[in-house]
């Protein structure tokens, strides 16, 4: 399934894939080459430990190049009148005002209120405009929003 992500969040998985691709293999591989340097691999643990890290770390691999090959980039169009991806928004909830910016699949972190254009409350917001209103269920209830500003 094709993600959208913005340029830089495309960039920073790619450094993330070259980081694990040249340095993060290489350290797993010494430490899979000493733990097999205890000798009888059927009882060492080390041996097991670092086997099951190279396995993570090729997955992880894996499923990174497998986002970067997939993923749409989508472009900030400044200026637009509805809500999109790179768009930093107000809005209102519940009566309170917020500042977010929508921002590509991996890229959200609610705790720096970056929303994700695949979360609930992001795909509820995307082709808003302002004034528009929109509601999405949450494990806490249903949450009303109101898009205030489009900046």
């Known amino acids: 399934m094709k993600k959208c992500f913005t ?8 450094e993330e894939l070259q980081y694990l ?7 797993v591989a ?5 733990a097999a340097s205890f000798g009888d691999l059927s009882e060492n643990a080390a041996y097991d430990d670092a086997k099951n890290e190279q396995n993570m770390l090729e997955t992880k691999i894996s499923k990174l190049r497998e ?9 900030t169009r400044k200026g637009n009148d509805t809500v999109q991806i790179g768009s930093v928004i107000e809005i209102k909830i519940n009566g309170e005002k917020k500042e977010i910016e929508i921002v590509g699949g991996s890229d959200g972190d609610p ?3 970056k929303i994700s254009c695949d979360s609930p409350m ?5 082709d808003k405009k ?7 269920d949450t ?13």
């Open 111 to 113: 705790f720096q209120d």
């Open 67 to 75: 986002t970067i090959k997939d993923a749409t980039i989508v472009e």
């Open 21 to 27: 691709e040249k340095e993060k293999r290489k350290e």
């Open 7 to 14: 340029k830089k969040g495309i960039e920073k998985m790619e």
């Open 30 to 34: 010494d430490k899979l080459k000493f």
């Open 139 to 151: 494990p806490s209830g249903k949450k009303e929003f109101k898009v205030i500003k489009i900046k």
């Open 122 to 126: 992001g795909k509820a917001l995307l």
């Open 130 to 136: 302002e004034g528009d209103t929109c509601s999405v």
